[in-house]
């Protein structure tokens, strides 16, 4: 069974060698009289959350940290293998929190939700069918309160996240652009996802003088992933009563000191309403979520991109990869076909 097993608490930049690959033997059933689920793991998922959890914890957080020597977690895809659970059988495929490995013991399967629909790619549970997919609806229907013809500004928009906001953006009507780090990205957004306008922002010198050639009348709605600098000229740019979802803010995730923010006393002027939210507070949205979207797919209104890393051992190097911009669209390690 071979896993990917994280060395040690990271300040900066995680590295590859801030992961190892290990090799162990496994029992391909559950030992008797136990609850426990056995998977094969198919598909994993490479989050930005995952930073944080690679951090010494200071406080409290709303995720727990990696512990030094075990196993990395997050979401993936999985098929059940052996099952001491009366809700799973083997053949079952799942989609759930996983371990970076080739076979999993899973002890509380009830976390674990079985995939019902497999005429899309399955890799899709761990994007657009999964927590990115969740997020970007949860954050843009229930926080930016979208009305039709207002003006919607998404960053780090062709990511797992930033692609379906845009696309949601659309079907609501209204006027949506985009940026992120590359001119592949840039073209993506407005060949493939129907961003309006996109731009690439580490072209920009002056951010400010970006978003007013894009929002001339300014922006209603931003949907925040990126944090600092950006943060600080969208601020400058927003309508009266404009809302902000800050959903993340990678560009701060590896900085020891974070970034200030200038600008803020824009929010009183302008009456700016700024709304932190994390997806797990949006479960009970995910079965009404997943008709929505499969039925989307099918009809060809919503599109997903995804960056498919070939193996398991691509996973360190797909992981780090989201803080230097080098995923195009939502990054997925493949580690077994079904
Ligand atoms: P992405 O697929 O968008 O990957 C991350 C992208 O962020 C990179 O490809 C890169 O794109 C961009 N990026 C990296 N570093 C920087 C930087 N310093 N400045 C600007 N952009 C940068 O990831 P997700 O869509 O999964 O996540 C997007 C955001 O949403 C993150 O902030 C994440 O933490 C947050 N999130 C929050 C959730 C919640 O529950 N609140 C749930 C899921 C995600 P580029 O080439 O454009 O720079």
Redesign the pocket.
């Given at each position: 069974n071979k896993r990917i097993i994280f060395k040690d608490y990271v300040s900066g930049y995680p590295r590859e060698e801030d992961m190892l690959v290990v090799s162990s033997d496994i029992e391909l059933k559950v030992p008797a009289g136990s609850s426990a689920v056995l998977l094969k793991n198919l598909y994993l998922s490479?989050?930005?959350?995952m930073?944080?959890k690679m951090s010494k914890p200071v406080g409290k957080s709303y995720t727990e940290p990696f512990t030094p020597g075990s196993i990395i977690t997050g979401y993936g895809v999985g098929k059940v293998v052996d099952s001491g659970h009366p809700n799973f059988q083997a053949g079952d495929l799942v989609w759930g929190v996983t371990g970076w490995e080739e076979y999993s013991v899973i002890q509380a399967p009830e976390s674990l939700i079985k995939i019902k629909y497999t005429d899309v790619p399955l890799s899709y549970y761990t994007?657009i069918l999964g927590?990115?997919g969740?997020?970007?609806y949860?954050?843009f229907h229930e926080i930016c309160s979208p009305k039709k013809g207002e003006t919607v500004y998404v960053?780090?928009?062709?990511?797992?996240?930033?692609?379906l906001v845009g696309q949601f953006a659309k079907l609501m009507g209204c006027y949506v652009v985009g940026?992120?780090?590359?001119q592949e990205?840039v073209d993506l957004l407005k060949s493939k996802f129907g961003y309006d306008n996109a731009f690439?922002?580490?072209e920009e010198q002056d951010l400010n003088a970006a978003l007013k050639r894009y929002f001339p009348d300014g922006i209603d709605i931003y949907f925040?992933?990126?944090?600092?600098a950006?943060l600080d000229a969208v601020l400058l740019n927003m309508r009266v009563y404009g809302r902000i979802a800050?959903?993340?803010?990678?560009?701060?995730?590896?900085l020891a000191e974070k970034e200030g923010v200038r600008n803020l006393f824009s929010v009183v002027v302008k009456r700016i309403r700024i709304q932190?939210?994390?997806?797990?507070?949006?479960k009970h949205s995910y079965p009404q979520f997943l008709e929505l979207a499969i039925q989307y797919i099918r009809e060809g209104k919503l599109v997903y991109v995804e960056?498919v890393a070939e193996s398991l051992e691509k996973a360190p190097s797909a992981l780090i990869?989201?803080?230097?911009?080098?995923?195009?669209?939502?990054?997925v390690v493949l580690v077994a076909r079904e």
């Open positions: 490479c989050d930005p959350y930073r944080g994007g927590m990115p969740l997020t970007a949860a954050g960053s780090a928009a062709s990511g797992a996240v930033g692609q940026s992120a780090g590359s990205k690439n922002y580490k925040e992933n990126v944090g600092g950006m800050a959903c993340g803010m990678i560009s701060q995730y590896n932190g939210f994390i997806e797990p507070d949006y960056d990869g989201l803080f230097s911009g080098r995923n195009v669209g939502k990054q």
